[in-house]
């Protein structure tokens, strides 16, 4: 079984005394988001086959990483860093920071386990699309060597995320904008060339519609079997196993709770 840890909050930012705490006891029951039945779910080397660590901010996880390293449970981080700044990211850490850590954990567990997400890729009203190209140019240049995959997709409007960003524009902030997909998908061309140039493929999460036909460019798949297995340096047993349409995961368990992150990004679905 694979263990995500999580899509729905941030637990190395925010939890890691509790998931050291599980991991010691070697489950966490979770509960069900829609119907609230808890289920038990293993956390040791016996039941968990990988992990996937899904945060912005790792700083405070190396202890928990370490453990779970030792306890030979390959792993992999899709380490979130865009560089939107305060209205739009308020409680994130810079993304300058967020990159020494990529680099720190890089180093200490070898390569492939750390994926850098510019996810999503957020455009303000009236803004060119080029400063985000210059954004994740950047970003992709101190990433370099800490990272070999990029993986972007473009702000969904959920009716959740729609009602954040009103109230942003209500209140005298940015108006986040939609634009067609022929620009889209030449943002797109623009960042898998920034991307090649730093030793990352470029690959688009849960869009296969804009991804399509773009030159290399990749549809992603989050949680990645094929990685976990090169970073095990064995097969690690899964099936396909979308948690959303047009997902490309592998099957996984996970162990978070929707609106428990604390970082308050507009964009989020799961606050």
Not at 73 to 95: C, K, N, R
Not at 160 to 185: H, M, N, V, Y
Request: proline content about 6%; hydrophobic content about 40%; charged content about 25%.
């Amino acid at each position: 079984m694979i263990v995500s840890a999580s899509y729905r909050t941030d637990i190395p930012a925010f939890f890691a005394p509790w998931f050291e705490e599980r991991w010691k006891a070697g489950f966490a029951l979770v509960a069900n988001p829609y119907n609230r039945k808890l289920h038990r779910v293993g956390l040791n080397p016996e039941e968990t086959d990988a992990m996937v660590f899904w945060t912005r901010w790792l700083a405070p996880f190396f202890g928990c990483l370490d453990r779970v390293f030792g306890d030979g449970v390959p792993f992999v981080v899709q380490y979130t860093a865009t560089g939107l700044g305060e209205e739009i990211e308020p409680g994130v850490p810079d993304w300058r920071r967020a990159v020494d850590t990529m680099h720190r954990a890089a180093d200490r567990y070898g390569a492939g386990r750390v994926v850098w997400r510019f996810d999503p890729i957020v455009l303000r009203e009236g803004e060119d699309w080029h400063d985000t190209a210059l954004r994740f140019a950047a970003i992709a240049e101190q990433a370099r060597g800490a990272a070999d995959e990029a993986v972007v997709s473009f702000t969904q409007f959920y009716a959740k995320t729609r009602r954040a960003l009103d109230a942003l524009a209500a209140t005298g902030g940015s108006r986040i904008a939609d634009p067609p997909a022929e620009t889209k998908r030449r943002i797109l061309e623009a960042l898998a060339e920034i991307a090649r140039r730093n030793g990352m493929k470029l690959s688009v999460c849960g869009q296969p519609d804009i991804a399509m036909g773009v030159p290399g460019v990749a549809e992603a798949a989050c949680v990645d079997a094929e990685r976990l297995s090169r970073v095990a340096d064995r097969t690690i047993p899964a099936k396909n196993k979308p948690h959303r349409n047009a997902c490309r995961c592998a099957e996984s368990r996970d162990i978070g709770t929707f609106a428990t992150c604390r970082f308050g990004c507009r964009y989020c679905y799961a606050a």
